[in-house]
């Protein structure tokens, strides 16, 4: 006899430590044959955000002027009433200008803070989304690689304090073919983690890393306590301007949270939380 049991919680952010009773019993012969056998089993939820991103871009290259959408899709996954304050701040090059949307009724060319509301309405499986949109324009005369960085604050008023978070986006606009090259002497766009996984990470495992550069040359991660001191140093190898995928081994620290930063020629990467389990 073969026993399968399925537990679906659904959306949970409560460890969950069901028992279930399964009854075996003769048809026939002396009751005492009957037995009752108990199963425990342990939910653990893996993620206890209300509120998650959706088919997001943190970063995107485009090739020539003009307007660039950047940006995605924020989930309230319980559809429950909730005022979401989302600050952006847009550091954009020379002649660049930023329209930043939430749900496409509330936009502005600015650096701001806009108030959007949750309806308490939505589907439990498909989750209750709203659009959060950067439109980038470049000018026609944008002749080099340049890019810029954008910057979202999320904060909702009610919900858990993990809800709320800091997310940096970045778009990277090549010159059109009949531009020049970028000057090596101007000033740098910089270095930036896109993406870190698996997160959290187990001891035996590599970390796997997603780095955009605006220039070639190596880099290093360097992993820092929760205190801002570091514990270590990795070799991360020659990065090229453009996307890079890496991944990194040999993370001898203690099990705990660490903050990883990427450095490449002066330039460091905004910092990424990590876990780390031995």
């Known amino acids: 006899m073969g026993l399968t049991v399925d537990l679906s919680p659904g959306y949970s952010t409560t460890p969950l430590s069901p028992?279930?009773?399964i009854r075996l019993s003769a048809l026939t012969g002396d009751p005492a044959d009957s037995v009752l056998l108990q199963f425990k089993s342990n939910y653990t939820p893996s993620d206890p955000h209300t509120y998650l991103w959706q088919n997001t871009v943190f970063t995107?290259?485009?090739?020539?002027?003009?307007?660039?959408?950047?940006?995605g899709q924020i989930q309230n996954r319980l559809c429950s009433y909730d005022t979401m304050s989302i600050t952006s701040q847009q550091v954009l090059p020379a002649g660049w200008t930023g329209k930043f949307c939430v749900a496409s009724t509330a936009c502005s060319m600015n650096d701001t803070t806009i108030k959007y509301s949750f309806a308490s309405t939505g589907d439990p499986l498909g989750y209750d989304s709203r659009t959060i949109n950067y439109t980038i324009t470049v000018p026609t005369t944008q002749k080099t690689v340049d890019s810029a960085i954008l910057y979202v604050s999320v904060h909702p008023k009610g919900g858990t304090v993990a809800d709320s978070g800091n997310y940096r986006f970045s778009l990277v606009v090549n010159?059109?073919?009949?531009?020049?090259?970028?000057?090596p002497s101007a000033p740098r766009a910089g270095v930036v983690v896109v993406?870190?996984?698996?997160?959290?990470?187990?001891?035996?495992?590599?970390l796997n890393l997603d780095i955009m550069t605006d220039r070639d040359g190596p880099a290093i991660a360097h992993i820092y306590d929760m205190s801002g001191i570091e514990k270590a140093t990795l070799e991360v190898g020659e990065i090229a301007v453009g996307s890079n995928r890496v991944t990194?081994?040999?993370?001898?620290?203690?099990?705990g949270d660490y903050i990883l930063r990427i450095q490449q020629d002066g330039a460091n990467s905004g910092p990424v939380r990590i876990s780390y389990i031995r």
């Open 195 to 206: 993406n870190a996984w698996p997160n959290p990470i187990m001891a035996a495992s590599k």
């Open 248 to 255: 990194l081994s040999g993370l001898a620290v203690p099990s």
């Open 19 to 21: 028992v279930i009773y």
């Open 60 to 71: 995107r290259t485009f090739n020539g002027s003009g307007k660039h959408p950047l940006g």
């Open 175 to 183: 010159p059109p073919p009949q531009g020049v090259e970028a000057d």
